[in-house]
């Protein structure tokens, strides 16, 4: 199976991230790397915020100066480990 890496950008949107992360993990597809950057905000993101159990699959980046969308993306791509990404 192709591990596949996924990019989720946030600012400022937990209920909607929430939701793009419950969906991601419901998929049957596993073997996944999920990056969640979350643009500066006063609220870090964390596995509880976001409703879910610990999962070595995701890592959560909360940065502490806003990058912006392209920034942000770019973050992401340069932790990808796999071959293929998908935003």
Do not use: C
Not at 18 to 24: E, L, M, Q
Not at 44 to 61: A, V
């Amino acid at each position: 199976m192709i591990k596949v890496t996924i990019g989720l950008i946030t600012f400022n949107r937990p209920l909607m991230l929430r939701k793009a992360v419950k969906s991601i993990l419901n998929q049957t597809y596993s073997n996944y790397e999920l990056l969640i950057g979350n643009d500066f905000t006063n609220k870090k993101i964390t596995f509880k915020t976001l409703g879910i159990k610990k999962d070595k699959r995701i890592k959560i980046y909360n940065y502490s100066k806003n990058k912006g969308e392209r920034g942000n993306m770019n973050f992401l791509l340069s932790k990808a480990k796999s071959q293929y990404f998908s935003w």
